[in-house]
């Protein structure tokens, strides 16, 4: 058990932070669909402002925003890992793609870089889950 001063109010902060960027990252897509990008928005702007109002429930030390912040922070880790993946198969089932070495590299270096913004969601998600609110 951690002692009471090391309770940890930085993924609660952290979510709240990253709220405003989400929201962003959705207003500013460019997608060629008029559909997926209305999709795209809610989504976005779902996690946005669910992280926003989890984030602050848990500066408050609620279980339930731990819980929600452990459901957003496994969505962030699927989702650029996801990503990655589905990108990766999509550039190498692509018949216009051109399979040569250096192709195949950058292919996989824009599948790392994507994979890698997954990590930080990855480990923040397994600190919740061994974090109690209560410790405080």
């Known amino acids: 058990m951690h002692p009471k001063s090391e309770y ?13 960027i989400i929201a962003l990252m959705a207003v500013i897509s460019t997608v060629e669909s008029q559909e997926v990008y209305y999709v795209q928005l809610w989504s976005f702007a779902v996690v946005a ?7 602050i429930a848990f500066l408050f030390k609620t279980e339930a925003a731990r819980r929600g912040l452990i459901i957003l ?10 990503s ?3 990108g990766a198969g999509y550039s190498f089932m692509s018949s216009g793609v051109d399979h040569s070495f250096s192709s195949i590299l950058f292919v996989l270096a824009v599948v790392a870089i994507i994979a ?3 990590i930080p969601f990855l480990l923040m998600a397994r600190k919740l889950t ?7």
């Open 73 to 82: 922070s496994w969505v962030g880790c699927i989702y650029f890992f996801g």
């Open 130 to 136: 061994h974090m109690r609110c209560t410790d405080a």
């Open 84 to 86: 990655s993946i589905v």
């Open 49 to 55: 402002l669910l992280g926003f109002i989890f984030g």
């Open 8 to 20: 940890h109010r930085w993924p609660g902060i952290v979510w709240i932070v990253l709220a405003p």
């Open 116 to 118: 890698v913004q997954g």
